[in-house]
Protein backbone atom coordinates (compact mmCIF):
# COMPACT_ATOMS: atom_id res chain seq x y z
CA UNK A 1 0.00 0.00 0.00
CA UNK A 2 2.64 1.99 0.82
CA UNK A 3 4.03 1.67 -2.32
CA UNK A 4 1.61 2.76 -4.36
CA UNK A 5 0.70 5.83 -2.41
CA UNK A 6 3.89 7.08 -2.66
CA UNK A 7 3.97 6.36 -6.42
CA UNK A 8 0.15 8.25 -6.22
CA UNK A 9 2.80 11.58 -4.89
CA UNK A 10 4.76 11.35 -7.72
CA UNK A 11 7.42 9.35 -5.88
CA UNK A 12 9.28 6.99 -7.75
CA UNK A 13 9.85 3.84 -5.48
CA UNK A 14 11.58 0.56 -4.72
CA UNK A 15 10.43 -1.95 -2.22
CA UNK A 16 13.83 -4.49 -0.85
CA UNK A 17 14.54 -7.29 1.56
CA UNK A 18 16.53 -8.27 3.42
CA UNK A 19 18.76 -5.95 4.37
CA UNK A 20 22.19 -6.94 2.02
CA UNK A 21 20.26 -6.29 -0.61
CA UNK A 22 19.09 -2.20 0.50
CA UNK A 23 22.50 -1.91 1.12
CA UNK A 24 23.43 -3.28 -2.45
CA UNK A 25 20.92 -0.88 -3.39
CA UNK A 26 21.92 2.21 -1.76
CA UNK A 27 25.73 1.47 -2.67
CA UNK A 28 24.27 1.60 -6.69
CA UNK A 29 22.16 3.98 -6.79
CA UNK A 30 21.39 7.88 -5.83
CA UNK A 31 18.37 7.81 -4.02
CA UNK A 32 16.44 11.02 -2.21
CA UNK A 33 14.81 8.99 0.79
CA UNK A 34 15.30 5.60 2.18
CA UNK A 35 12.62 4.09 4.78
CA UNK A 36 13.59 1.87 6.73
CA UNK A 37 12.01 -0.96 8.62
CA UNK A 38 13.39 -2.37 11.91
CA UNK A 39 12.48 -5.89 11.23
CA UNK A 40 13.98 -6.13 7.73
CA UNK A 41 14.98 -9.81 7.67
CA UNK A 42 18.89 -10.21 7.45
CA UNK A 43 20.19 -7.41 10.39
CA UNK A 44 19.30 -4.90 12.36
CA UNK A 45 18.80 -1.28 11.53
CA UNK A 46 21.80 -0.54 13.92
CA UNK A 47 23.94 -3.34 11.89
CA UNK A 48 23.52 -1.38 8.43
CA UNK A 49 22.66 1.92 8.58
CA UNK A 50 26.15 2.92 9.46
CA UNK A 51 26.84 1.41 6.17
CA UNK A 52 24.07 3.09 4.38
CA UNK A 53 25.17 6.38 5.43
CA UNK A 54 28.65 6.07 4.46
CA UNK A 55 27.52 5.16 0.65
CA UNK A 56 25.13 7.25 0.09
CA UNK A 57 25.46 10.18 2.81
CA UNK A 58 23.40 12.58 0.83
CA UNK A 59 20.39 10.23 1.55
CA UNK A 60 17.81 10.93 3.92
CA UNK A 61 16.88 7.60 6.06
CA UNK A 62 13.61 7.32 7.91
CA UNK A 63 13.83 4.24 10.16
CA UNK A 64 10.19 2.63 10.69
CA UNK A 65 10.04 1.34 13.94
CA UNK A 66 7.27 -1.51 15.41
CA UNK A 67 6.90 0.66 18.72
CA UNK A 68 7.65 3.17 20.70
CA UNK A 69 11.35 2.32 21.59
CA UNK A 70 13.11 5.31 22.50
CA UNK A 71 16.18 3.73 22.88
CA UNK A 72 16.19 1.98 19.42
CA UNK A 73 14.79 5.82 17.96
CA UNK A 74 17.79 7.45 19.61
CA UNK A 75 20.11 4.81 17.95
CA UNK A 76 18.81 5.27 14.66
CA UNK A 77 19.43 9.04 15.11
CA UNK A 78 22.52 8.79 16.16
CA UNK A 79 23.60 6.51 13.49
CA UNK A 80 22.40 8.66 10.70
CA UNK A 81 18.67 8.64 10.18
CA UNK A 82 16.90 11.85 10.32
CA UNK A 83 13.47 11.01 11.02
CA UNK A 84 11.18 7.85 12.09
CA UNK A 85 7.94 7.18 12.10
CA UNK A 86 5.98 4.19 14.43
CA UNK A 87 4.36 1.03 12.71
CA UNK A 88 1.38 0.69 12.01
CA UNK A 89 1.74 4.09 10.64
CA UNK A 90 -1.24 6.09 8.29
CA UNK A 91 -0.20 6.81 4.98
CA UNK A 92 -0.55 10.19 4.35
CA UNK A 93 1.53 10.52 7.57
CA UNK A 94 4.66 8.81 5.85
CA UNK A 95 4.45 10.69 2.78
CA UNK A 96 4.15 13.98 5.34
CA UNK A 97 7.87 12.41 6.25
CA UNK A 98 8.98 12.00 3.02
CA UNK A 99 8.14 15.41 2.16
CA UNK A 100 10.07 16.64 4.92
CA UNK A 101 13.39 14.65 4.33
CA UNK A 102 13.09 15.86 0.54
CA UNK A 103 13.13 19.44 2.17
CA UNK A 104 16.10 18.64 4.49
CA UNK A 105 17.92 17.44 1.92
CA UNK A 106 16.99 20.10 -0.94
CA UNK A 107 17.97 22.69 2.35
CA UNK A 108 21.72 20.66 2.72
CA UNK A 109 22.12 20.55 -1.02
CA UNK A 110 21.66 24.62 -0.92
CA UNK A 111 23.64 25.56 1.72
CA UNK A 112 26.51 23.33 -0.38
Known amino acids: ML ?3 LSRECYYNIAVSPAQYALAECRGGD ?3 VILDDKMPGRSVAEF ?7 SPSTQFIVA ?3 MDREKIEESIRLGACDYVIKPFNNSHIVERVEA ?3 R ?4 ADKR
Open 65 to 67: VST
Open 49 to 55: LPALVKH
Open 105 to 108: KRLI
Open 31 to 33: FDV
Open 3 to 5: LSR
Open 101 to 103: AMA
